[in-house]
């Protein structure tokens, strides 16, 4: 079974607008973390945010946030107020544990593409 | 900073060449590792460190082979090349351990093509 499934290979969004980016989880560990990478065209990896699994609030980056939905094994990137310079490849991933390997398991990811 | 150096950029082999891929990090981070990243699968784990001395296999490692004699360097050699090692490389370091965020930071990856 896929430790992280991102179902949306691609989405569009208006500049200025906010945009949701799916990323549900499957884990049996109760300590786990959860993040969010960008991919521009360029291939670098860039790292958004960051979100574990004991947090109580979600986690908040400038415009990037994290809808935390624990019970429902979700982890969804909410950007605001897009801008074109976000459009790139998203990657939800996951690390299992919290000591020693930090191993991460990576969805397929998300196109974002962002119109003017 | 310089972080994550990985090395070189892009790369084409013939099948049966073997090469090493080059990776060190200033950041003084236990944990390395080695991921793939193929069209369409997002990115996958090949083989990892916790220390000097300390390596493991991940999700993907057959045809790849690894060692750890210092905190900083962590080459990934492949023996024997296939065109099925074709992919994108990329190298990452970070901290280990804890509830708190360990982001991984990630070299600028190598483009590897086998014909």
């Known amino acids: 079974a896929q430790k992280i499934t991102q179902t949306q290979p691609g989405m569009f969004v208006q500049e200025k607008e906010a945009v949701t980016l799916d990323c549900t989880y499957d884990t049996s560990d109760q300590s786990y973390g959860l993040f969010w990478y960008k991919q521009p065209s360029s291939g670098e990896m860039i790292f958004l945010i960051y979100q574990g699994s004991y947090d109580e609030q979600n986690a908040t980056e400038g415009r990037y946030s994290l809808n935390f939905q624990k019970a429902r094994k979700s982890a969804n990137l909410v950007i605001s107020a897009s801008q074109l310079g976000d459009s790139a490849m998203y990657f939800c991933a996951m690390r299992e544990g919290m000591a020693g390997a930090n191993n991460l398991f990576f969805g397929t990811g998300t196109r974002l593409t962002v119109i003017p | 900073n310089a972080g994550v150096t990985q090395t070189p950029k892009f790369q084409v082999l013939k099948t049966g060449q073997s090469m090493t891929l080059q990776c060190a990090q200033d950041m003084n981070h236990e944990y390395m590792s080695w991921y793939r990243q193929d069209p369409g699968m997002g990115l996958r784990l090949i083989h990892y460190?916790?220390?000097?001395?300390?390596?493991d296999q991940g999700e993907v490692p057959n045809g790849y082979n690894v060692s750890r004699s210092t905190t900083e360097d962590f080459p990934l050699r492949l023996l024997s090349a296939a065109p099925s090692q074709t992919s994108v490389y990329f190298c990452?370091?970070?901290?280990?351990?804890?509830?708190?965020?360990?982001?991984?930071?990630f070299g600028q990856g190598t483009r590897l093509t086998v014909v």
């Open positions: 460190s916790v220390g000097a001395g300390i390596t």
């Open positions: 990452a370091s970070s901290r280990t351990g804890g509830r708190e965020n360990t982001e991984a930071f």
